[in-house]
């Protein structure tokens, strides 16, 4: 179900678009203020915003420049009593979609929503020409990336659990929400619950909640993250770092959508789909006993890998282009391109902290520079002193990375995992065993 937001202080309007909106079979969030609305945007991240130009805390178009350089995929229209030809230009050169006055009728509405649905096409054919996904923060032609995305997309209809995995700034969470976005339970909560960063000894407390009196410093109850999210779903982000302490009580709860508050032995039950997500290898810490087998399998219904940015070499310019526009948006610099030779070398370099270092990288770039480009010289010095012929040595690889390649073009070359093993003369068995460890589709 589409998600559509509706900020503006007239609770009549409010009131009158949102049924008008749930009518048209969007969910639908309003707000009374430029501030809750904002919030309510970044926490939704809606299809489609209906904005008031006059707010009670900031102007229409203050908010609307907030969620241009948010960089969140969005259809705004302006509404306002206060139409003029002039705030219409500005909001529309700002990136509103289009511009209705006060007061107007269904009809007006249908027409610039249904001038919405045929943009939105537009947009998704375009990009499938040129062998582009963009969805949700989603921006890729790798054909690897577009596959384990539309696997996601397929699986999001059910209440499997997926565990993601990943190196560190691959994108695991976005894609988690991306995923509940897609789901049945669009429309109910999405909690995260990130395992490394609570204390071993809150994570339990966190997750399950506790009574008053439970331990010390238990002064009143707490509403644990499962109940929170009832009827929805929760992330467990790097839940490899669950302490074996929590593993037994987070697998009865998997198994049984039960558990109990610390301090009550009271069972409470919840409804809620399981996505959890890890950039280590949970098999290895298996064999080290210090991750439950039982829990592994249990969290392991279905697992998608994230491929490094390194081996998205098509994405870099796609990304880059992406990134530098919005930071230039958001910290109004007149930046618009990068220069071939910048390009070549951001192509060209690791990306050892993948998506976030990119956009770590180009944020920086875009405040140093003095240009109207992005130069060589704007590049952080990690990236800008990257030598590419000198990281490769004399031309020689380990017999791992040289089995990868070549298993990856046998694949790509190939109809079907049978004729592939075929090929490289081997079993299928040992074949998805090689690509679970090199993390192939």
């Known amino acids: ?66 969620i241009v350089e948010s960089g969140i995929k969005t259809q705004v229209l302006m509404i306002t009593a206060h139409a003029t030809i002039e ?54 032609r790798n054909r690897r990336m ?30 988690a929400k991306l995923i509940h976005d897609w789901s049945p339970r669009a429309s109910r909560p999405f909690v995260t619950v990130d395992c490394a ?29 499962l109940k929170l999210a009832d009827k929805g779903t929760v992330f467990l982000d790097e839940v490899s770092e669950v302490p074996r302490s929590v593993q037994g009580k987070l697998l009865r709860f998997i198994q049984h959508h039960e558990y109990e508050r610390v301090g009550d032995p009271k069972p409470h039950r919840v409804d809620v789909r399981i996505l959890a ?14 991750f439950r087998k039982d829990l592994y399998f249990r969290l392991n219904v279905l697992e998608l890998f ?15 282009d992406m990134f530098l526009k919005r930071s230039a948006r958001l910290n109004r610099k007149p930046v618009s391109r990068i220069t071939p030779e910048a390009l070549h070398l951001l192509q060209n370099y690791p990306w050892p902290g993948n998506i976030r270092e990119l956009i770590n990288t180009m944020e920086r770039s875009v405040i140093v520079t003095h240009d109207d480009s992005l130069k060589l010289a704007d590049l952080s010095p990690a990236v800008a002193h990257f030598n590419p012929s000198a990281s490769s040595g004399p031309g020689f690889q380990n017999l791992d990375e040289i089995e990868k390649q070549h298993i990856q073009n046998v694949l790509l070359h190939t109809a079907s995992l049978e004729e592939a093993a075929r090929v490289l003369g081997i079993d299928p068995a040992t074949l998805w065993r090689k690509r679970k460890k090199y993390q192939l589709e």
Request: aromatic share 6%; hydrophobic share 40%; glycine share 8%.
């Open 197 to 225: 960063a609570i204390q071993e000894n809150l994570l339990e407390t966190d997750l399950f909640g506790h009574v008053k009196g439970a331990f010390t410093g238990a002064l009143q109850d707490k509403t644990g993250k």
């Open 1 to 66: 179900m589409k998600k559509a937001l509706i900020i503006d202080d007239d609770s009549n309007i409010l009131t009158t678009l949102e049924m008008y909106l749930e009518d048209k079979e969007f969910k639908v969030f309003t707000a009374g203020s430029a501030q809750k609305g904002l919030q309510c945007f970044h926490a939704e991240m809606p299809e489609l915003v209906l904005l008031d130009l006059k707010l009670p805390d900031e102007s229409g178009l203050e908010v609307l420049e907030k």
């Open 277 to 290: 997500a890890t950039n280590r290898d949970l098999e290895a810490m298996v064999r080290d006993e210090t």
């Open 306 to 320: 994230l491929p490094p940015l390194r081996e998205r070499p098509e994405d870099i310019e796609l990304l880059a």
């Open 87 to 140: 705030t219409a230009v500005k909001a529309v050169k700002m990136g509103a979609f289009d511009y209705l006055p006060k007061p107007f009728v269904p009809g007006q509405l249908d027409l610039l929503l249904e001038r919405a649905k045929r943009f939105n096409r537009m947009e998704v054919e375009i990009a499938a020409l040129k062998g582009i996904f963009s969805e949700g923060g989603f921006l890729t």
């Open 146 to 175: 577009r596959k384990i995305l539309q696997t996601a997309r397929q699986a999001a209809d059910s209440e499997a659990i997926i565990l993601i995995c990943g190196e560190s700034g691959t994108g695991k969470s976005l894609l």
